[in-house]
């Protein structure tokens, strides 16, 4: 199907919301108890949310990446310690591991999948390692058999970074059935939001015990005489984001499946343009809830790929480049950065570094559009190829 030269396409927007929302935000303002402490939002929500992803214990919490610092806190990640992380990830992964002083590891991706490479995982474990954290990249569950294993073998615990995952599943088992402490984003673009907001789901009574004083200031529950057993910080959710992610919730599964029936329209019509290499799938993530719709256009280059993304943008594609290796930001060499230089860390993450140049995602809103839309984007993107 091809467009005019000028066509603007229309995508479905995002955030979506309807009378849930507003039901839940008049619910939360009329109770009268605007924090999670004396109001029962944010307790319903946890308790829904776990139950979705079929974890024992849920604690929302203000972001993907405070949800991230505690669930590492909790692992026993402190100064000295060592988290290994995909070097392809949004930069939260491994700042919250630099944020409690650990070093963060970088390692490559797999360059089909852009999930965490295991054998390089397991080749960077170090006695100081403290925790793994495998990616699920665009809403493609990492190789957790092959982690699970590595877990076990070396006693190292995973932290499932899902912040682009809700609702996924491998081989049948959703994110809180695969045995270890998983975290989610709400933040504005994520596959449900309240504009901002995270969750942990803890498989283990005690760690969501240990997380939950540390997320309230280190404050037992009932706490009244300011006994502040614990170290921590306010990463508490408010009762109205609560609200809004109750009424998220209940149209996700409906959303996952729309997509899903789109992304292999699109993805098969993208791997028929020449130069274009779609997202690969492992099968046994029997369920992507697709956060991104990512292609890459090897050889393409900085400059190419980002005069691409600004003409998919001027014809209504939400395009974005995608990330840049971690250690290719100001910000990592900050503090916790491991003690090699950048040339050594980019020779190790070639998968990294390519992907730093020539992968571009697409807004998940695109695949809440029609069937046609997928051979519109594509066609659209032929043409904006070859002319450019
Ligand atoms: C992979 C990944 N991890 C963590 C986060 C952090 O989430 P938040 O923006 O809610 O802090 C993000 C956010 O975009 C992300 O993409």
Redesign the pocket.
Known sequence: MSVDSQQVLEFPPWPQFGAEERTGLIRALEQGEWWRVTGTEVDTFEREFAEHHGAEHALAVT??????ELALEVLGVRRGTEVIVPAF??I??SQAAQRLGAVAVPVDVDPDTYCIDVSAAEAAIGPNTRAIMP?H?AGQVADMDALAKLSVDSGIPLLQ?A??AHGARWQGKRVGELGSVA?F???N??LMTAG???AVLFPDAEQYEEAFVRHTCGRPRGDRGYFHTLAGSNFRLTEFSAAVLRAQLSRLDEQIAVRERRWPVLTALLAELPGVLPQGRDQRCDRNPHYMAMFRVPGIGERRRAALVDALVRRGIPAFVAFRAVYRTDAFWETGAPEVSVDQLARRCPHSEALSQDCVWLHHRVLLGSEAQMYEIVSVLADVLATS
Request: glycine share 16%; charged share 10%.
């Open positions: 972001t993907g990446t405070h949800a991230l990830t949004f939260s992964s990616v990249m970074d912040a682009h975290v984003s709400f933040q673009g994520k901002e907001g995270g």
